[in-house]
């Protein structure tokens, strides 16, 4: 294995990479090998981003909701068999 030295590396992106790699519970050895490698697309970066703007709805339609829905959105299950002629 080749062992590199990074040079001129700025105290704003030093602590950074500290923050960062103490967050994931990994080295800065272990964070910089991995930033390196998903950048030069050596490995494919995993999904860290989740989205949580729709937690809000989950759970909150009562029966009297889900029957609305379905009454509304019923016309959309029909298949208009002229058109797949």
Same mark, same amino acid.
């Given at each position: 294995?080749? =062992?590199? =030295?990074l040079?001129?590396?700025?105290?704003?992106? +030093?602590?950074? /990479?500290?923050?960062? +790699?103490? @967050?994931?519970?990994? @080295?800065?050895? %272990?964070? +910089? /090998? $991995?930033?390196? $490698?998903? %950048?030069?697309?050596?490995?494919?970066? !995993? $999904?860290? /981003?989740?989205?949580?703007?729709l937690? !809000?709805? %989950?759970g909150?339609?009562?029966?009297?909701?889900?029957?609305a829905?379905?009454? %509304?959105?019923? @016309? /959309?299950?029909a298949?208009?068999?002229?058109?797949?002629?």
């Amino acid at each position: 294995m080749t =062992t590199m =030295t990074l040079r001129g590396i700025d105290e704003t992106l +030093a602590q950074t /990479l500290k923050e960062l +790699a103490r @967050s994931q519970g990994v @080295s800065l050895n %272990a964070l +910089a /090998l $991995r930033l390196i $490698r998903e %950048a030069t697309g050596v490995d494919k970066r !995993k $999904r860290t /981003l989740v989205h949580h703007d729709l937690d !809000k709805f %989950a759970g909150t339609w009562g029966k009297d909701d889900e029957e609305a829905f379905l009454n %509304a959105t019923h @016309s /959309l299950e029909a298949i208009d068999e002229e058109m797949w002629k």
